[in-house]
């Protein structure tokens, strides 16, 4: 909801520490992979109840998360690096909501339903974003993407700003969870909508 909002401010800043990086001779992949590991690490510690931990390694697989595509745009976007990058985005998203389930009995059905959401709103996107491509849409309200980016009131930034709340509330992770799944699913209702307007028929 907000991040194509917030695109004009951080996006200077990636950028010219993507420049630095490339010069160095990291690639965006390296960082697409450490980004991940590091969130999934980051989720391995939610789930031993270090919540302190598991915030800090949360917030530095999603600056490598930004910075990844910053390289990408100064060396060569890829189809398998927008490839990579979707499949480490959700496989942290999945892991996270795990790692608190895995935490606390209270949490896992309130996990298995965010984790469920997830995977409809994730697939909602991923299908919007394949017809979108094959009738030559573009958008560049996200910044420059291998997909195209549907907007929705559950993206990246809410997403990050829920996990960090679940961080530093634990106690609170069902209620935060609940509250979570319902935007995701207001998403997945949102970009039906959008998609029944933009993918009518030809002609």
């Not at 106690?171 to 799944?181: D, E, K, R, T, V």
Request: glycine share 10%; net charge neutral; aromatic share 10%.
């Amino acid at each position: 909801m907000f991040d194509a909002r917030v695109r004009p401010f951080i996006d200077p800043p990636l950028n010219a520490m993507g420049r630095g990086i490339a010069r160095a001779g990291i690639s965006a992949n390296q960082i697409t992979l450490s980004g991940a590991a590091i969130g999934i690490g980051g989720a391995i510690a939610i789930a031993g109840q270090q919540f302190w931990t598991g915030l800090l390694l949360v917030i530095a697989s999603r600056l490598l998360d930004g910075l990844d595509g910053a390289v990408a745009r100064a060396t060569a976007k890829t189809d398998f690096g927008g490839y990579l990058d979707i499949v480490c985005d959700f496989a942290f998203y999945a892991a996270v909501p795990v790692g608190f389930g895995l935490a606390d009995p209270v949490n896992l059905p309130f996990a298995l339903i965010l984790v469920a959401c997830f995977t409809v709103t994730g697939i909602s996107f991923l299908a919007f974003a394949v017809l979108a491509a094959q009738r030559g849409l573009e958008t560049t309200a996200h910044g420059e993407k291998s997909f195209f980016y549907n907007t929705g009131v559950a993206e990246g930034g809410e997403t990050i700003a829920f996990f960090l709340a679940m961080c530093l509330w634990p106690s609170a992770f069902p209620l935060l969870a609940s509250i979570f799944s319902a935007m995701c699913l207001l998403t997945v209702v949102q970009r039906t909508l959008a998609a029944r307007q933009v993918l009518r028929p030809r002609g």
